[in-house]
């Protein structure tokens, strides 16, 4: 749940990066392992899991639909699935907080149930489009009701015999494939979905690890109904999102070293990697190895200088979460870095290109936002006070900023770092950063 209390974060100017890092599990594995946990059969045991509130939030929506969790620590969990038909109708609609992958994952998972049940959000999550997934489960036989405009809340109605479909997604987005995946469980025949870019594929991969048949081909992944899940166990890599902010801050910070540990690169997420090596960052990838079908590796990151880029266009949706912080990069960068192709990151948590651009303005950058991206000059950050729109990516970028900065920067509306990465601010004083919070 999205807390309501504004935390300031007051960043000092200046600083570098050190030390070895573990920092938070993966969100996307996370949200998958308590979903195909809860619809398989026996116990699914996580660990790494990552305890911010968007996934808090998918597990209490299991809780409430009956599944058995428990969490002997932080980054443990214990899953007693219950089998594809088990679940029970929730007493209460599920509120999914700030949580986008929960609701468009859950939509599918549920249009397949023999309940109706409700899905509600934050205001952020209020506004964000579900039509993307309505649709095509529609055109599967769902029926889900959302308002007019296609925003939640989300009304699902249980009891409809699904039929597979073949679909060709007209947006690269691996929570509509992800969706549409999880209908097919549920769904008479074959379900296929084709994606017009490849998107992270971690909901195929854990089916796969769970014993159920994917088959890919290409750009196409397919699924008959009717099999069963077996629970296996997971253990969640560190997510290249959340390592995502001190890959950059130690490229920018003069003099930064910093060893990230146990980091998931699955080639569908590496875009970071990609797009900072062509802006001339100092990356090694260390200790490659596979943990439960994810490739992980520790990261090693030290201070370069960067040169601004046109970031190519095929590594847009291999970074969509990245950009907020690449934006930054690029403000740090020597030169023009343009960014195109990336319309999508209007519709995330916040409108991702306008509130970087209006931040990154505040101090002193010229970035020039676009209908589908950004075009940024590098030059010297200022001090000034900047508005995260409640978008946790934001307010950690911005922080990531203050590495460079002339002098402080403060970031309102800071609660919901806690959705994917609670020890953020730990992390990050550790690291170097003088990060301090207020609660206003
Ligand atoms: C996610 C997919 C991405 C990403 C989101 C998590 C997932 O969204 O932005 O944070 O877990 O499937 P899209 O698939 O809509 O691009």
Request: include cysteine; hydrophobic fraction near 40%; charge should be negative.
């Amino acid at each position: 749940m999205s807390s309501t209390a504004n935390i300031q974060f007051c960043v000092q100017a200046g600083g570098k990066l050190q030390g070895e890092h573990r920092v938070a599990g993966d969100k996307s594995i996370s949200h998958r392992a308590l979903m195909l946990g809860a619809l398989a059969e026996g116990t699914t045991e996580v660990t790494g899991f990552l305890e911010g509130e968007d996934t808090l939030c998918t597990l209490a929506a299991f809780q409430a639909m009956g599944v058995n969790i428990s969490r002997p620590a932080a980054t443990q969990v214990i899953v007693h699935g219950v089998g594809l038909h088990g679940l029970q109708a929730p007493k209460q609609e599920l509120y999914l907080g700030n949580s986008g992958t929960s609701m468009r994952l859950l939509s599918g998972l549920l249009a397949g149930q023999a309940f109706d049940c409700t899905l509600t959000g934050d205001s952020s999550l209020s506004r964000r489009p579900m039509k993307r997934v309505s649709q095509p489960l529609a055109l599967m036989g769902a029926r889900i009701d959302s308002t007019e405009t296609g925003t939640p809340p989300l009304h699902i109605h249980g009891g409809q015999n699904l039929q597979g479909i073949t679909y060709a997604m007209p947006i690269a987005s691996a929570q509509v494939k992800s969706s549409l995946l999880l209908a097919g469980l549920y769904a008479q025949g074959t379900t296929c979905v084709i994606e017009p870019a490849p998107t992270r594929d971690h909901t195929e991969r854990m089916l796969t690890g769970f014993g159920y048949p994917v088959q890919r081909d290409g750009q196409k992944a397919c699924l008959q109904g009717g099999g069963k899940l077996t629970a296996s166990a997971i253990d969640v890599p560190v997510d290249i999102s959340s390592a995502a902010f001190f890959m950059v801050g130690a490229s920018i910070a003069e003099g930064s070293d910093v060893l990230l540990r146990h980091v998931g690169i699955n080639p569908t997420r590496t875009g970071i990697i990609d797009i900072l090596r062509l802006m001339g960052a100092n990356l090694e990838i260390l200790n490659a190895h596979e943990v439960g079908g994810e490739p992980v590796a520790d990261i090693r990151i030290r201070a370069s200088r960067l040169r601004g880029i046109h970031i190519p266009e095929a590594l847009v949706p291999l970074a969509i979460d990245e950009f907020p912080v690449l934006f930054v990069a690029a403000a740090c960068a020597e030169g023009e870095t343009v960014l195109t192709g990336a319309e999508e990151l209007r519709v995330k948590e916040s409108d991702r290109i306008q509130v970087m651009a209006d931040g990154l303005n505040t101090l002193g950058i010229n970035a020039k936002p676009t209908p589908d991206g950004m075009i940024i000059q590098g030059g010297q950050l200022r001090s000034g006070t900047i508005d995260s729109h409640g978008d946790h990516r934001i307010a950690m970028a911005f922080t990531i900023a203050a590495l460079r900065a002339q002098g402080e920067i403060l970031i309102n509306d800071c609660a919901n770092v806690a959705t994917s990465f609670p020890n953020f601010v730990s992390i990050a004083q550790t690291a170097g950063i003088g990060l301090e919070t207020k609660t206003v």
